[in-house]
Every structure is written in C-alpha cells, then in structure tokens.
C-alpha cells in the first residue's frame, strides 16, 4: 500500500519561478488536500477538493493553484514562487464516509 | 469560519509525568474532533471523538469531548520521552471537505 506520494520531497527554488508538487493516492479516496506548516504553526488548509472536477479555497490559497482531473492526483502548482512560500507542504486524502485523514510524507519547500 | 485552539502551545515535563492538553473549537455543524501526533514527519492519526462524554483508549493516552463546552483533552499519563512531539486538534463541520487544524502543543519529555 503506497497511501498518499507526495513529490519531490525537498525543493529549492529562486523568487519568481514555478513549480508544481506531486500529490497521488491510491486508496480511492474522494477528498484530498494540501496544508502547509510553517515553523511552531499548525496545519493551514490551502486548497481541497471533494471529488474529480470539484475543487475550492481553504484558508491561505493565494499564490497557488490546483486541479483534480483524476480521483487519485491532485497537484498544488506555485505560480511566481515567493519566500513568504517557503514551509512544508502535506498532501493529505480521506474518503468521504470518514474524517481521519491519511498524510503524504510533506514536501520541504525553500524559495530564495 | 471554523475554529481551533489548544493550549498550551507548548509543555516540558519529566518522564512519569502525567500530562493535559486542551483543545478548544468554533464550528459549523459540527461532525467530529481529530487528533493527530506529529514526530518530525507526518502527523499520524490518535483519536477520533464524536459524541460527548464517551472516553477514548490507547494505552497510556486517552481522550473525551465535551459537545456542549466546545473543547476536548487529549491525556498522557506516565509519560515517556517517546511521547514527544507536537499533538494536533482538528474538525470537521459542515463543509465535510475540509479539516481545520489547531496550532499544536508540542510537548518535550525530558528523562
């Protein structure tokens, strides 16, 4: 059982350039979404997705975008890398008929 | 919009030490509480609690909600230096998509 891939798992980048982080499940799960941690924070929702096709805004979304053309990946694009951008990101999925969720391995995230 | 908060944000205890921490929350409908264990990595799931005054078990943690007060605690009794890490509040409310997360109490267990 892989769960939730997230890649790459360390990323560095210059203000101003794109990336996109890789987020799969093969649990079949209808709802996935990426949080990203910054030092002695919790987990703040970037954006989910409740099924393929269907996504929205959590509570930081600005900077970034994602889609969901698949029940299993859901990648998290940065648009104009900034160093605020800079933290740990974590893909996570759930099934719907459930509420614990099920993490990937968090992508670390520098932008210079 | 959902709310989470927990005290205290952190906590340094000597093994054998019993420990409380709390979680408090604003929430639309709401559906359940989650908490998570988080070592350096990815936060791994503890306890789900959904009805008021119904204990969870796990060895040396355990945890009870309170519907009608808006909060939860997560107790670790006799604690060991394995039991450091930051432990996570989250809920689920009205919008089943989303999980909306606490800052965390990171917890230190000295020997």
């Known amino acids: 059982n892989a769960g939730v891939t997230q890649t790459p798992k360390f990323q560095v980048l210059k203000t101003g350039q794109s990336m996109t982080l890789q987020c799969a499940q093969d649990m079949n799960h209808e709802y996935m979404s990426w949080y990203r941690q910054d030092p002695g924070m919790g987990l703040r929702l970037i954006h989910y997705?409740?099924?393929?096709?269907?996504?929205d805004q959590g509570e930081v979304p600005n900077g970034y975008n994602v889609s969901r053309s698949t029940t299993e990946d859901f990648p998290l694009r940065l648009l104009s890398a900034a160093p605020s951008q800079t933290s740990v990101y974590f893909c996570a999925s759930r099934d719907s008929g459930a509420n614990v969720l099920t993490f990937g391995a968090g992508s670390r995230l520098t932008v210079l | 919009e959902d709310k989470v908060v927990q005290s205290p944000l952190s906590l340094v205890v000597h093994e054998g030490d019993t420990v409380t921490l709390n979680c408090s929350y604003e929430v639309t409908n709401f559906r359940s509480l989650l908490w998570y264990k988080q070592e350096k990595k990815a936060p791994t799931f503890l306890f789900m609690l959904t009805s008021s005054g119904i204990e969870k078990k796990s060895g040396r943690l355990s945890s009870i909600l309170d519907k009608k007060e808006l909060f939860s605690i997560l107790n670790i009794t006799a604690t060991q230096t394995g039991d450091s890490a930051v432990y996570l509040c989250?809920?689920?409310?009205?919008?089943?998509?989303?999980?909306?997360f606490g800052d965390g109490t990171t917890l230190t267990v000295k020997p």
């Open positions: 989250a809920v689920v409310g009205a919008n089943a998509g989303k999980s909306t």
């Open positions: 997705s409740v099924g393929a096709g269907i996504t």
